[in-house]
């Protein structure tokens, strides 16, 4: 089992690429500890990390509450003793024109998406230093590599998370913590099931793509298992971009 006894967080743990993730590292031997807004998802997620053999724990919370990840993380650590792994997959997406964007609809983007990232990082850091290594995956985009038109909120926070991805690396690697980010195309996932339900974005989806279908979660998180595991020691800095061949 390439995961076995590490003990890993995963934000956005309750749905989507989340959950598939979540599942993957129970799947390799880790103790998965999920959290998100909705503890009946969470709860879901604990259920399916169950019914792979593995060993889970479902704490609500947002990870744009500097109070709730000291919360999450804590539990975390009382509960399986140290911290392996952090991946970062919550977040939020307006599709919306920039006229139509709000200011609260930028300032709650930037929140759960950048300002998330940014908290479980810091507050996971001692935690790593403890154990004298980490992992620290965040979710990226393809928007924030390209930039999608009526998603300028995401594709920038996206962005950031890619630079911020880079920058902490530079800065954690002499501690032994790996930090690199997943990059996504389009997914089947709640985040834009609204999207993909009218049948010409989702033929537009397909048609930017070399492999020709939507990805599916399931795609997503083979990524995340490699860059939580010993195998990617080496390898710092980067966006995993999973896409389908959508970003060449």
């Known amino acids: 089992m390439r995961l076995k006894d590490k003990v890993a967080i995963v934000t956005g743990g309750g749905t989507g690429i989340g959950r598939a993730i979540a599942v993957a590292f129970a799947s390799e031997g880790a103790r998965v500890v999920v959290t998100g807004r909705r503890q009946e998802k969470l709860d879901e997620t604990v259920a399916a990390i169950a019914g792979v053999g593995g060993e889970g724990l479902a704490i609500a919370g947002d990870v744009s509450v500097s109070a709730d ?4 993380v804590t539990a975390a650590v009382a509960a399986f003793g140290r911290v392996d792994v952090l991946t970062n997959i919550a977040g939020i997406m307006y599709t919306a024109s920039l006229a139509d964007t709000t200011e609260a609809m930028w300032e709650e983007t930037i929140a759960a998406n950048m300002k998330g990232t ?7 850091l001692p935690e790593f230093e403890k154990v004298g290594k980490g992992k620290i995956i965040n979710m990226a985009s393809i ?3 390209i930039g ?8 920038a926070a996206k962005a950031g998370i890619a630079g911020f991805t880079v920058a902490l690396a530079k800065e954690l690697g002499p501690k032994n913590i790996n930090v690199n ?3 996504p195309g389009g997914t089947e996932t709640d985040l834009n099931r609204h999207l993909l339900k009218d049948p010409a974005v989702r033929q537009e ?3 930017q793509c070399s492999i020709k279908r939507v990805a599916q979660p399931s795609d ?6 490699f860059l939580a595991s010993d195998e990617s020691d080496y390898v710092t800095g980067i966006t995993l971009f ?3 061949g959508w970003t060449i």
């Open 69 to 72: 990840v000291d919360r999450i």
């Open 118 to 124: 940014f908290l479980c990082c810091r507050r996971v």
């Open 143 to 145: 928007a924030g590599r």
């Open 148 to 155: 999608i038109a009526d998603n300028s909120a995401y594709s």
């Open 181 to 183: 980010a997943l990059g």
């Open 205 to 207: 989806f397909v048609d």
């Open 220 to 225: 997503i998180a083979p990524g995340a298992v």
């Open 242 to 244: 999973i896409d389908g």
